[in-house]
């Protein structure tokens, strides 16, 4: 292919996803398979990595986003990003409809429209290109998260068609559908991480993340609900936000043009039960004056317009009584006090059981036993107790007395300073402990072992079969086959995947260990970069968190789970039986291995490959891209633009400064 051709298919790739990502994320109504997908962005990738000079930022294959360690830059917004008044009361919107038309007289309509219940962002477009993104801050500054927002698949990194204005500022709301949260919390759980709170916690802080690559993992999503600019084609809100569809911008499908109070109360009661049904939480609707003249007639306060206003919905909130507490036992050993409730409807289930968090929660709450509690289902999916009606308290009220001890195993709850929780620290020896570990080590992300489940784990530790993972590969099929509800076809099942499992690759195993906070991912990078489970073992710290997504949190809790003496025994045993606890060669991949032992930093910007492409090369020839200055790195790739306190950091360690030719010579270099 001559140059132009490889231009050419660059650019229809780039089309052809685009329109892709497009029908799938902003239409929901996918145009094409996964699998075709990834052929086609793969391909898009290798293109791009072979003919760097034909670099785009705002090519589809950037939605992965990078490794690199940003400190927010602080953007002053171009147009005040102003909050909305609100109210609960209907009467109160009565009165803000007075209000306008005393100003503007009665010859207006409302767009009512969807209150999300997310974090906000501001997105600007300069001829058509996405430029730079910034989150409300004070309304005045706010921080640039542009790298984060490029990962989120429903914005368009280019807008489609050519009639938008030179520079366009759009504004909407960042989000995590509720199914999505639901998944994010679970695999959290499962790694020993705190789960989030709720959906908006959950998108603001992914906003907030620091590398962009580990943000391009959440589940976000956002709505568009506000246009700004000079030369917008309509004199009203509604037709500019109808119009910036054609521009390939996500606009809420849910939008009403009202007349007067009537239709509001009705759009606003319709949506208060229907929101149930909806896949993303809104905490209300909002009603804006739909001409911009108008709107300006009205201006704004100091805090907010004068043209609009926001009626917020209350949280369904039920009353019922509190029967008991049960203490449950994670995987970890985190205690979660769980309440036993008079059954109650809301929000179209029964609820029997809601959850209570912490002992704080319950102290600061004041809750007992036998008290009329309030369940609220927010956000939340797990509807929650929010206080008491002490009205309701009689004499039947008994003061609740947080467990000390573990309910599973008998031992001394510890409690952490700055921890929430209680924790039972029995870690070999509390049965759900043990239990949960096996059941996490039989997963599907992790061993796979598919024909054992909850019930069988159960049955085995019952039996005292199983006491923990190396346990399993020492079962003969004759001491399943006598237990209850077990046959010579599933004892034989259950024997032949175990045996299977053997097969394993080495990143499985080390997620399947179950080391609290590495989950998938960080399991993935440990395989690469140490190669076998010794090199984890005797890897310092620092020789950990010079990994990528290796943190501080991580590598404590690798050397933590290193230095118990059961897990030696266990990962011996396991080794014993023939398990993957090295890399194969294969999963190896490497191109060469002269950079073998190299701890490389890479810094500032380069002419001829992506910082990406220079990550991949190191650690395709042995290296180590790490991503701090320490005594320990070797070289510094550097390119233009270097901060002036990395450059000191690096002559003070007296590392080598290595160009983009120096380093290309390095691993081209013919084996002497
Ligand atoms: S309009 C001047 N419309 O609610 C116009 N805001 O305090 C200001 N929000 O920070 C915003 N859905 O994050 C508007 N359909 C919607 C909205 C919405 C959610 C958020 C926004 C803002 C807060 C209002």
Redesign the pocket.
């Known amino acids: 292919m001559t140059k132009q051709d490889i231009k050419k298919k660059i650019n229809d790739l780039r089309l052809e996803l685009n329109k892709h990502n497009y029908s799938y994320y902003v239409k929901s109504q996918p145009t094409i398979s996964d699998y075709d997908y990834d052929m086609l962005i793969n391909e898009l990738i290798n293109l791009e990595k072979e003919n760097p000079e034909f670099f785009d930022s705002n090519s589809p294959s950037q939605r992965v986003g990078n490794d690199i360690n940003v400190e927010f830059k602080q953007i002053k917004h171009k147009y005040q990003m ?3 008044g609100n109210t609960y009361s209907k009467q109160e919107i009565i009165d803000f409809d007075n209000r306008v038309r005393k100003t503007i007289g009665d010859n207006f309509e409302y767009v009512c ?4 219940d997310g974090t ?1 962002i501001s997105i600007t477009y300069i001829n058509g290109k996405l430029h730079h993104a910034v989150t ?1 801050g004070d309304g005045v500054v706010g921080d640039d998260v542009t790298s984060n927002v490029k990962t989120i698949k429903s914005i368009p990194l280019k807008l489609h068609g050519a009639d938008y204005p030179d520079e366009l500022e759009v504004r909407g ?1 960042i989000i995590i559908p509720l199914k999505a949260f639901k998944r994010l919390n679970e695999d959290r759980i499962e790694i020993g991480e705190a789960p989030f709170a709720n959906p908006r916690n959950a998108a603001s802080g992914s906003l907030k993340i620091q590398k962009s690559s580990i943000a391009a993992r959440r589940p976000l999503d956002c709505y568009l ?2 246009v700004l600019g000079k030369g917008l084609k309509f004199d009203n809100h509604y037709d500019n936000i109808q119009n910036a569809k054609n521009w390939g911008l996500k606009i809420s499908e849910n939008y009403k043009l009202c007349k007067n109070i009537d239709e509001i109360i009705e759009f606003i009661e319709y949506w208060d039960k229907e929101r149930k049904n909806l896949d993303y939480d809104i905490d209300g609707i ?1 009603l804006k004056v739909n001409s911009i003249e108008q709107q300006e007639n009205l201006g704004y306060t100091a805090k907010s ?1 004068r043209w ?1 206003i ?1 009626y917020k919905f209350k949280a369904e909130r039920v009353a019922t009584k509190l029967y008991s507490i049960d203490y449950q036992v994670g995987r970890t050993g985190v205690i979660t006090p769980v309440a036993n409730l008079e059954p109650v409807q809301l929000g179209g289930t029964t609820v029997k059981r809601a959850s209570l968090h912490n002992a704080d929660i319950i102290k600061n709450l004041d809750i007992r036993i036998n008290d009329t509690v309030f369940v609220e289902k927010g956000g939340e999916i797990i509807p929650k107790i929010v206080g008491i009606d002490i009205n309701k308290r009689t004499s039947e009220s008994k003061a609740l007395i947080y467990i000390d001890k573990c309910p599973e195993c008998n031992t001394e709850l510890i409690r952490s300073e700055g921890e929430a929780h209680h924790f039972c620290s029995n870690e070999f020896g509390c049965p759900p402990q043990i239990k949960g570990k096996i059941e996490h080590f039989i997963s599907r992300k992790a061993m796979n072992i598919d024909s054992l489940g909850q019930e069988t784990i159960d049955l085995l530790f019952k039996n005292n079969l199983i006491n923990n993972v190396a346990d399993l590969y020492d079962l003969k099929i004759e001491q399943l086959i006598p237990l209850e509800r077990m046959g010579q076809k599933s004892a034989s099942n259950i024997i032949k995947s175990i045996d299977e499992s053997k097969k394993a690759p080495f990143r499985k195993i080390i997620y399947a260990l179950g080391i609290r906070f590495v989950g998938e991912i960080a399991a993935k990078t440990l395989a690469k970069n140490f190669n076998s489970i010794d090199s984890i073992e005797n890897a310092s710290i620092e020789q950990l968190i010079d990994v990528d997504e290796i943190g501080e949190k991580i590598a404590g809790s690798i050397k933590k789970f290193f230095n118990n003496e059961i897990n030696h025994i266990v990962i011996e045993r396991l080794k014993n039986k023939g398990l993957q606890f090295e890399i194969s060669k294969e999963e190896q991949n490497k191109a060469s291995d002269k950079l073998a032992g190299l701890s490389i930093i890479i810094s500032g910007t380069f002419k001829n490959h992506s910082r990406d492409e220079l990550k991949l090369l190191i650690e395709e020839h042995g290296g180590k891209n790490v991503s701090s200055i320490s005594k320990n790195t070797n070289y510094m790739l550097a390119g233009d633009k270097i901060g002036p306190s990395k450059l000191d950091k690096v002559k003070k360690f007296g590392i080598p400064i290595i160009n983009e030719d120096d380093f290309i010579k390095m691993i081209e270099k013919k084996e002497e």
């Open positions: 102003l909050s909305l429209e969807l209150k999300f906000s409300r709301e609900y506000y909002v317009p609009a926001a």
